[in-house]
């Protein structure tokens, strides 16, 4: 069954309750998207809510011993075992409510939160396990496509062609080598009720996202993969992170979809796209590239863009406009 009929849908963030559960006072860098995700994530959440978070900037920047910016019931857990810790709450709540401790009625939801190094590396296993298990938790990949916490390491998630400190640029090594890795499809690929790709540009597709990624969890577990654009480590002014997220989505660098019970849906259609150049030139992780090298960029976006069209069944996303 489709989520679609379910959840009402969230057509600007207007809709969403004005209370704040994320809120201010984080060490986020200025220009950080990762804010802007968390507050949305918890708007849509509400209040009976637990928060499970991987080391990482989002942990690190938001819970500052004796402080926190979180309203909600929040957990720290290492990298490997984030998916195993949402697990853990969730069999925790369902024998509370066994025993009469907490009303059999009350819903409560979890949410494990986890960087892209936390996630497609490190945590893969532990995310696979909880998956497979089924366990009703919403893991929400925040995305910045390296390990920024500790100085911008390149991870599974980094694209082929940045700059970061463990992929140098010089005469030798131009960046990143190696594509950057599906972990939606990874994901999918566990027969899932819901996965879907969200861009901090796009808040309400975001937020619908989000929301329908809580309902599924009735059914099972769901998983959001939401591109943070990091002006520390992608190199750029602080003032520019909406507007690289959109061009990423723009340029078919990371197109917009969701598999609901299977069924694959591009949720932002481009009628025309603009060239990957326009994306990469706004970052410094991409000042090395030779026109040459952009050009064999756009290349690898073409092929993608294709892949998705075909799963589409039609064209979504347009030519070169
Ligand atoms: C097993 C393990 N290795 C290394 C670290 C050190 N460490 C803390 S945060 C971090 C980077 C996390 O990267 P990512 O998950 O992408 O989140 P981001 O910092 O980019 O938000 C690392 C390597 C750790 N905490 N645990
Ligand atoms: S380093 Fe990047 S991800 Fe970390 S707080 Fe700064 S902008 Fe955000
Ligand atoms: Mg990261």
Known sequence: MSSEKKVRRIKSLFDLPRDEIFISGHGLCAGCTAGTIMRTLTKVAGKDTIIVNATGCVEVATTRYPYSNWLVPWFHSAFENTGASASGIVAAIRAMKKKGIIPEDKKVKVIAVGGDGGTVDIGLQSLSGMLERGDPVMYVLYDNEAYMNTGIQRSGSTPYG?????????????????????IASIAAAHGIPYVATANPAYPSDMANKFAKGLEALEEGPSFIQVLMPCTTGWRF?????????????????????????????????????KHVREYLKLQGRFAHLT??????????????????NKRAGKTVIGPLG
């Open 162 to 182: 940045a700059w970061t400190t463990t992929t140098p640029a010089g005469k030798v090594w131009r960046g990143e080598w190696r594509p950057k890795k599906d």
């Open 237 to 273: 002014d602080p003032s520019l992170g909406i507007t690289i997220s959109r061009l990423a989505t723009e340029t078919g660098v990371f197109p917009l979809y969701e598999i609901d019970h299977g069924e694959f849906r591009v949720t932002f259609p481009v009628a025309k796209r």
């Open 291 to 308: 026109d040459e090298e952009v050009e064999h960029i756009q290349k690898l976006i073409d092929a993608q863009v294709e892949k998705i």
